[in-house]
């Protein structure tokens, strides 16, 4: 059973802290993700992975880093929090596809992180 | 500029009765397509794909219809039951982006009353 884990489920954070996200799979996915849901806009891709210390910008990358040190491991950063950055976050992984289709992604819990 | 639309945010339907999901694409080089079932407090599950070689997959209550010229899927739940109560997501993918990426849509909540 595939398994993604986010380090918190609730977080409360405050304008202008750095803030960790993190994310671990244990399935040996290549590809690993980051999206933001907020209502009335849907997933939007923040940052992927698709190999260790690889990364490439998904469609609203300001404002965010990402690290990826480890194959199983795909961390978030907020450099500098603001209250527009308050949203579900979302950590998906997925194998390689074949032919450059992506395999199925599976989606952690998500961390709710409010930021006041 | 939204590729993938769900134009309906919400959906109510009586339980038993057929539920009827819907999303458009404008990318016409969108090969793959995949609906997510998603839970309060939840992460999103994977429901059903279809690829565009195809134009319906089915899965038990699930099937997926698609539409290549209207640039149109729809998701049938038949009969719908009151677990189905969640946000459903479409996503497509282009298999020769190499990028392994979905675009979403924006998501509609399905309610089914008992």
């Known amino acids: 059973d595939v398994k993604v884990t986010q380090s918190s489920r609730y977080l409360v954070k405050r304008t202008g802290e750095k803030v960790f996200l993190e994310c671990v799979q244990d399935?040996?996915?290549?590809?690993m993700f980051w999206y933001r849901q907020d209502p009335g806009l849907g997933l939007r891709l923040i940052y992927f992975?698709?190999?260790?210390?690889?990364?490439e910008k998904g469609d609203i990358p300001e404002g965010y880093s990402v690290s990826r040190e480890k194959k199983e491991r795909f961390s978030l950063i907020l450099e500098s929090a603001s209250t527009n950055q308050t949203s579900m976050y979302l950590c998906?992984?997925?194998?390689?596809?074949?032919?450059?289709?992506?395999?199925?992604?599976?989606f952690g819990p998500g961390t709710r992180l409010l930021v006041l | 500029d939204q590729q993938v639309k769900q134009n309906s945010p919400s959906l109510s339907v009586q339980e038993g009765r057929i539920s009827i999901l819907n999303c458009d694409y404008t990318?016409?080089?969108?090969?793959?397509f995949l609906w997510y079932k998603k839970y309060p407090a939840e992460g999103p599950t994977f429901l059903i794909s279809?690829?565009?070689?195809?134009d319906k997959n089915e899965d038990g209550r699930f099937t997926v219809f698609l539409n290549k010229s209207a640039k149109h899927l729809s998701l049938h739940i038949v009969p719908s039951q009151p677990g189905d109560s969640a946000v459903y997501f479409c996503?497509?993918?282009?298999?020769?982006?190499?990028?392994?990426?979905?675009?979403f849509g924006t998501g509609t909540r399905l309610k089914v009353l008992a």
């Open positions: 998906a992984s997925s194998f390689h596809g074949t032919g450059g289709t992506g395999e199925t992604q599976y």
């Open positions: 399935m040996d996915h290549e590809n």
């Open positions: 992975s698709y190999d260790v210390k690889m990364k």
């Open positions: 990318n016409s080089m969108f090969d793959y």
């Open positions: 279809i690829s565009s070689i195809k």
């Open positions: 996503a497509a993918d282009r298999s020769t982006s190499g990028t392994y990426k979905y675009i």
